[in-house]
């Protein structure tokens, strides 16, 4: 388990600080193997491949006949998501294989989603009659991220029963518990683990996070600033509390926390997204244009990111009455989509607000996974979207580009027919209203707020709609 209460131990800042200084200055500096895999592991949990990838060459040179040169690059490809390449540097490995290589398999068929065999592996293991707690605790780890909250909770309670001083075990429950979204239960115990360990950064991080989830923002921002009374340091603590300010609209206050993010990572999209956000929320919209212009130009053409900043830039121009760069906007982001666009599923405010697996909130994570949504879908939620705020135009371009060629296009055809009587074509709707009506589109009706009548004809339908 890659241990983020080690991470922050004195004993791995001081690893750290001297492989750091050694890389920076190209001394040639000894580590031992296992600092170096608890280097990857921490580059690795810190979201930096190339960092992890630089750790795994120095340790090849250094150390040409380990065999945890295998287990490391097994754990970077995973980091890589190229869980393929690491299966097959897995079955490289000659049988028995130890708990190690067993973990790294359940974690690999994980993300290779073959859920039901990563799920055989771990049981094996935790049936294992002389087996380690850390063994224990990482397979327990591996079994919630596979789904099986339930039944971790089930072993882990067992555990607890047997060993009810072993932290690992209460941590593991805390998990499971916010996976099942129980966070009552969950905070009780992380309130009674800080109670023991007041100084554990970890624990203030997970309790300030679960307020965070059930939108208790101001609570959050308190753990948060506990966590950073021990370690001024950590900069999550510091970006976390940067969304919790955003999200109650204290602007002022969440862009100088952006602001110095951004200019410490000005290849982050996070940061500079957020920072335009609240350019506009306090009436600076040239310079919210201006930031999500920015945004989009130094993303990926096809990622979520210059996506969303394309929309935002759409939605502004149209607020600000200027159509023909609201089209293009809108044009662009549609045409250059990326393929998960379960983002645009969210709403808040007017614009879209930038997520990641960080600042997701239950209600959010709620709507994002309850089914698996087509594209169809999504783009008829940004339609909706922009409907809701009155932006007929762009929300009308969205849907021609969206509608599917074939299956049930009755509430694409709902939409467009709205969005053609507000801006006063209504002797271009009748089809559309005819498909929605033939669909049985009850948004039909929601929109052009009437009691839904399965009957009524198109006709009656359009004469409603003018009276």
Same mark, same amino acid.
């Given at each position: 388990m890659d241990n983020k209460g080690y991470f922050d131990s004195p004993e791995f800042r001081e690893l750290l600080q001297r492989y750091e200084q050694a890389a920076e200055s190209g001394a040639c500096s000894y580590f031992a193997m296992e600092e170096l895999r608890d280097l990857e592991a921490y580059y690795i949990f810190q979201d930096s491949p190339l960092m992890a990838e630089d750790v795994f060459e120095l340790a090849k040179r250094l150390h040409p006949d380990s065999p945890d040169l295998i287990k490391?690059?097994?754990k970077l490809s995973l980091s890589k998501d190229e869980p393929e390449v690491a299966l097959v540097l897995l079955e490289g490995i000659a049988t028995p294989h130890d708990d190690e290589t067993n973990l790294l398999f359940a974690e690999t068929f994980i993300a290779l989603k073959d859920y039901r065999e990563a799920h055989d592996i771990i049981i094996d293991l935790l049936n294992q009659p002389k087996i380690t707690k850390d063994t224990a605790c990482d397979a327990l780890e591996l079994l919630l991220d596979g789904?099986?909250?339930q039944e971790a909770l089930r072993i882990t309670e067992y555990a607890l029963q047997e060993n009810p001083h072993e932290k690992c075990f209460w941590e593991i429950k805390a998990e499971c518990l916010i996976e099942l979204q129980n966070t009552n239960a969950a905070i009780n115990i992380y309130n009674k683990l800080i109670d023991s360990d007041p100084y554990s950064t970890f624990y203030w991080e997970q309790l300030a996070h679960i307020y965070y989830m059930v939108n208790k923002y101001g609570r959050a921002i308190e753990?948060? /600033?506990y966590e950073l009374a021990i370690g001024e340091e950590i900069e999550y603590a510091n970006m976390m509390q940067g969304y919790c300010y955003y999200f109650l609209h204290n602007y002022g206050k969440a862009q100088g926390i952006f602001?110095?993010?951004a200019q410490k990572y000005p290849s982050s999209a996070m940061p500079r997204f957020y920072i335009a956000l609240c350019q506009y929320a306090t009436g600076e919209r040239e310079k919210a244009l201006k930031g999500f212009e920015d945004v989009a130009h130094t993303c990926d053409n096809d990622?979520?990111?210059a996506m969303l900043a394309r929309i935002n830039r759409a939605i502004i121009m149209s607020k600000m009455g200027n159509s023909e760069g609201a089209a293009g906007a809108i044009s662009l982001a549609l045409v250059m989509h990326p393929e998960q666009m379960k983002q645009l599923l969210i709403d808040g405010g007017e614009l879209y /607000?930038?997520?990641d697996k960080e600042n997701l909130t239950f209600k959010e994570m709620n709507i994002i996974d309850i089914k698996e949504w087509s594209?169809?879908?999504e783009l008829l939620a940004l339609a909706r979207h922009l409907i809701k705020y009155k932006h007929w135009r762009i929300a009308k371009s969205v849907l021609l580009y969206a509608r599917p060629d074939d299956g049930?296009?009755?509430d694409f055809d709902a939409c467009i027919a709205y969005t053609m009587h507000n801006e006063g074509e209504e002797s271009d709707m009748r089809p559309y209203i005819e498909s929605a009506l033939n669909g049985k589109s009850d948004l039909l009706f929601e929109l052009f707020g009437l009691i839904y009548d399965a009957d009524i004809s198109c006709d009656e339908f359009i004469a409603s709609i003018k009276k």
């Open positions: 490391m690059e097994v789904g099986f909250a753990c948060f /600033e602001a110095q993010l990622s979520i990111e /607000e930038l997520r594209q169809e879908e049930d296009t009755a």
